[in-house]
T-cell receptor, first 112, second 114 residues
Framework: DAKTTQPPSMDCAEGRAANLPCNHSTISGNEYVYWYRQIHSQGPQYIIHGLKNNETNEMASLIITEDRKSSTLILPHATLRDTAVYYCIVRFSSGGYQKVTFGTGTKLQVIP | ETGVTQTPRHLVMGMTNKKSLKCEQHLGHNAMYWYKQSAKKPLELMFVYSLEERVENNSVPSRFSPECPNSSHLFLHLHTLQPEDSALYLC?????????????FGQGTRLTVV
C-alpha cells in the first residue's frame, strides 16, 4: 500500500482556512485518498475521500493534484473544535475489505 | 454517534484477569476491525473480520483473542495481559463490495493493565 507523508503539526487561526498537505507519490491508479481526523482520545472520524477529481462535502474540500502524487485537505473556516490529528490515508484494498494503515498524521491546532 | 458502539469505555485490569471488550455496529456493515493505539503511536491494525470470518491477524499475541459471532458484534477477549498492552482499543466497521466506502470507528475502550 502507498505510504503517505504529512507535516507533524500545523497552526491555524480561528475563522481562517486550514490547508493540510499530504504527499503520496507511490499511489497506484486505483487507490483512493481518504482523510480522517481524531480528536483527543476519541475514535477517528471520516472526513472525505477522492480518486482524481476534487471533492467537497459539508466538512471539507479535497484537492488532488493532476499526477495524484499529493493532495490538500481544506477546512474553509476552522473552528476550535477542528483541533485534532488529521490522517491522510491511501486505501489498500485486499480480499474485499479495507486494510487501512494509519501514519502519524498532522496535529492541527486552531488558535483563537 | 457513529453507529459503532464500544463497551466498556474504560477498563482497568490486573495481569491475571480475563476480560472482554465488546463492539456493536448498527450500520449493516459486513466487515469489522480491531485497532490498537498506544500512547504517541499510530493506530495499529490488529484483526479484520469480513463476512464474519477472520481474514487478517497482524501478528497479534495470543493473549488477544477476537470473536465475531455475527455481522453486528465483535469481541476482543483479553487474558494475562502485560502493562505494555495498556492502550486505546478501537473498533471499526465498513461495508465492502460496493465500491469505496469509509470505515466508521467507535469511541474506543481505554485499557489500563496494572
Amino acid at each position: 500500500d502507498a505510504k503517505t507523508t504529512q507535516p507533524p503539526s500545523m497552526d491555524c487561526a480561528e475563522g481562517r482556512a486550514a490547508n493540510l498537505p499530504c504527499n503520496h507519490s507511490t499511489i497506484s491508479g486505483n487507490e483512493y485518498v481518504y482523510w480522517y481526523r481524531q480528536i483527543h482520545s476519541q475514535g477517528p472520524q471520516y472526513i472525505i475521500h477522492g480518486l482524481k477529481n476534487n471533492e467537497t462535502n459539508e466538512m471539507a474540500s479535497l484537492i488532488i493534484t493532476e499526477d495524484r502524487k499529493s493532495s490538500t485537505l481544506i477546512l474553509p473556516h476552522a473552528t476550535l473544535r477542528d483541533t485534532a490529528v488529521y490522517y491522510c490515508i491511501v486505501r489498500f484494498s485486499s480480499g474485499g475489505y479495507q486494510k487501512v494503515t494509519f501514519g502519524t498524521g498532522t496535529k492541527l491546532q486552531v488558535i483563537p | 454517534e457513529t453507529g459503532v458502539t464500544q463497551t466498556p469505555r474504560h477498563l482497568v485490569m490486573g495481569m491475571t484477569n480475563k476480560k472482554s471488550l465488546k463492539c456493536e455496529q448498527h450500520l449493516g456493515h459486513n466487515a469489522m476491525y480491531w485497532y490498537k493505539q498506544s500512547a504517541k503511536k499510530p493506530l495499529e491494525l490488529m484483526f479484520v473480520y469480513s463476512l464474519e470470518e477472520r481474514v487478517e491477524n497482524n501478528s497479534v499475541p495470543s493473549r488477544f483473542s477476537p470473536e465475531c459471532p455475527n455481522s453486528s458484534h465483535l469481541f476482543l477477549h483479553l487474558h494475562t495481559l502485560q502493562p505494555e498492552d495498556s492502550a486505546l482499543y478501537l473498533c471499526a466497521s465498513s461495508q465492502e463490495g460496493q465500491g469505496n466506502t469509509e470505515a466508521f470507528f467507535g469511541q474506543g475502550t481505554r485499557l489500563t493493565v496494572v
